[in-house]
């Protein structure tokens, strides 16, 4: 069972009443309500440092790009152009369908706490490690990073800051479609999985709620995908620049989605470290409020990773 795209599991049967109705998106706030029952025995903002670990980049058949070896943290992946199958047919607000999608750069590794800092000043995190990823961050926090990240490498910032509107033109950083995020975490696989149907395996790939001690863990530490992405799945949910919407699939355009001009949530993929393995599916959905954010209530399971418009040159 789920409540806005969360199981039922996740949540300790507290929201299976909502989940007869999968259209409903619940709040933060109403969530709040239901994390306090679950959390208010441990306490908050607790800051558990973990140990830092020399992440080492896997090799590819995907072209890497952008920062000198060394550096993982910020090293970029160039994907081609391609289509794919996205969806998953046992979600209500997945359908099936075939997608095409533009060449672009995509973060090997999620955003970690070392390089928000560096770039940002501060660091939100409730779960303190330099090679963790950052977390406990709203949608337009990122946002205001990957701005940022843009000009200190002289780069056209693709946020608008006072309206929050993505110029996909610009060639700065910018947040995954989830379109862009489905074709990397799929990497050119039609399964469940990029590894397989069944999530025996997972925990090779990814931390989840089997396997992560209960926090987030560092970078880089799992197996990557068959293109050398890591933590595409579990560690931290990982922000998109699409708004939610249940049915967008069936109306969404055949190249390039952006998702609707407008909604309340917007989307989050690949699972993390507190939820279970069936949300780490790579055609599973999830969303919450762009603005919601608070230490005491859970919200230490939101990261992302950047993107910006493909810097290799043309196939001739």
């Not at 999620?110 to 961050?137: C, D, F, H």
């Not at 560092?218 to 919407?245: A, R, S, T």
């Amino acid at each position: 069972m789920k409540f806005g795209r969360i199981t039922k599991k996740n949540f300790e049967n507290g929201m299976a009443k909502f989940a007869s109705n999968p259209k409903v998106q619940i709040t933060g706030s109403l969530k709040a309500v239901f994390f306090t029952m679950l959390l208010g025995a441990s306490g908050c903002g607790r800051d558990e440092a973990n140990t830092s670990v020399s992440v080492t980049t896997a090799a590819s058949g995907r072209e890497a790009t952008g920062q000198p070896a060394g550096r993982a943290a910020s090293e970029m992946v160039h994907l081609t152009a391609g289509k794919f199958i996205m969806g998953d047919k046992d979600e209500v607000d997945a359908p099936p369908h075939e997608i095409a999608i533009s060449p672009f750069d995509i973060d090997r590794n999620l955003v970690t706490q070392q390089l928000y800092q560096k770039i940002m000043g501060t660091n939100p995190s409730r779960w303190k490690g330099a090679s963790n990823p950052v977390e406990q961050l709203r949608w337009s926090d990122a946002l205001r990073f990957c701005n940022k990240r843009s000009e200190l490498e002289g780069l056209q910032p693709c946020y608008d800051l006072k309206t929050l509107k993505c110029n996909f033109e610009a060639n700065g950083y910018r947040l995954p479609t989830e379109a862009e995020w489905e074709y990397a975490c799929r990497a050119g696989t039609t399964i469940a999985y990029f590894f397989g149907d069944n999530p025996g395996r997972l925990g090779d790939y990814a931390w989840f709620d089997k396997n992560s001690g209960g926090h987030p863990r560092p970078v880089g530490q799992k197996q990557p995908n068959p293109w050398g992405l890591h933590d595409m799945i579990g560690n931290v949910w990982e922000w998109c620049n699409d708004w939610y919407k249940v049915d967008y699939y069936q109306e969404s355009p055949k190249q390039d989605p952006r998702g609707p001009n407008e909604g309340q949530n917007k989307v989050l993929r690949g699972g993390a470290w507190r939820f279970s393995a069936d949300n780490c599916r790579s055609g599973y959905r999830y969303n919450e409020s762009p603005g919601y954010s608070d230490v005491c209530f859970g919200y230490d399971i939101y990261g992302f990773r950047c993107v910006r418009k493909s810097t290799a040159p043309s196939a001739k």
